[in-house]
């Protein structure tokens, strides 16, 4: 078995074989174009070519994937597998154990003081191999969404809601600081993003609420402690959506307790997906 770079191959064999390590995966998957595939998994996602590593049999066919990514992430630098797959007939030959490997060399290799990944609850056998490497079980990572957002128009009251400018989120991410986002909903990865829409809602000159939204996808939510329960999210959540003309919203959140009473209270219905965040310090 040879295992080479990302950026020493043809990037469409990485496309192949990501098809078809995930063609069996314990959700649906749709395969993606080779563009969508580009563009999802080598743009905000934060995966690099140089970071990431290919698995290739004696005749040169492509059989495993290993993504990777390094970014400053919640203040620390991390490298990030961002998707890894052996192809069926290839499995368990010990292919995915040496693809962490270098990722696991490559993080410290960068200086990276952790080793994190995501991964379906009940995929038990990766869960498994996980733990078996070094990893730990650290957040559970929740998807809820809300089919109908008239739900929420009896909180359509006086709170006048505001645009903010790229200027005004400096002050946002240090009230985000003692909470934990994940990877796709931080301010790394959607600094990364194209069609973000930030809003506030301001009492006099203070701002006691927040939201940032890209399409239908809530990335960050915030309420200032003093203004909770009053109604302040759920109606800055239908004036936003009213303002792009979206009629759903949906969210993922890790282990908090305000957000699972908030979506909960709001008919928001939990999608059948749900990840463990496991780490490796370094």
């Known amino acids: 078995m040879i295992f080479k770079r990302c950026s020493d191959v043809d990037f469409n064999m990485l496309h192949e074989v990501f098809s078809t390590g995930f063609s069996d995966y314990v959700i649906t998957f749709v395969k993606p174009s080779l563009w969508e595939f580009k563009e999802r998994f080598f743009g905000a996602e934060g995966n690099m070519l140089e970071s990431s590593f290919i698995a290739l049999a004696e005749d040169g066919k492509a059989v495993g994937l290993a993504l990777g990514g ?11 597998c961002g998707g890894m797959c052996v192809i069926p ?20 290799n960068s200086n990276c003081r952790q080793f994190m990944l995501e991964v379906i609850t009940h995929n038990h056998k990766a869960v498994e191999a996980y733990e078996k490497f070094g990893f730990n079980k650290c957040y559970n990572l929740y998807y809820y969404t809300l089919e109908d957002i008239n739900i929420l128009n009896k909180y359509d009251n006086k ?26 909903n931080s301010f790394e990865y959607s600094s990364c993003c194209e069609n973000i829409k930030n809003y506030g809602i301001y009492d006099e000159h203070t701002l006691i ?12 939510l915030w309420v200032q402690e003093n203004y909770r329960n009053k109604g302040v999210a759920s109606s800055l959540i239908y004036k936003a959506a009213l303002l792009n003309n979206i009629s759903k ?34």
């Open 159 to 184: 709170n006048e809601i505001k645009e903010l400018q790229m200027k005004d989120l400096a002050k946002v991410k240090e009230i985000f600081e003692p909470y934990h986002l994940n990877w796709q």
């Open 89 to 108: 007939e290839y499995r368990r030959q010990g292919i995915s154990r040496k693809l962490l490997q270098l990722l696991n060399e490559e993080a410290v």
């Open 70 to 80: 390094i970014r400053e992430f919640q203040g620390v630098k991390t490298l990030r």
């Open 249 to 282: 919203v949906y969210l993922t959140f890790s282990n908090s307790s305000s957000v699972y009473n908030f979506v909960r209270k709001n008919s928001f219905s939990k999608d059948g997906v749900e990840q463990y965040e496991m780490y490796m310090p370094l």
């Open 209 to 220: 609420a927040f939201l940032s939204i890209r399409g239908e996808k809530i990335m960050q």
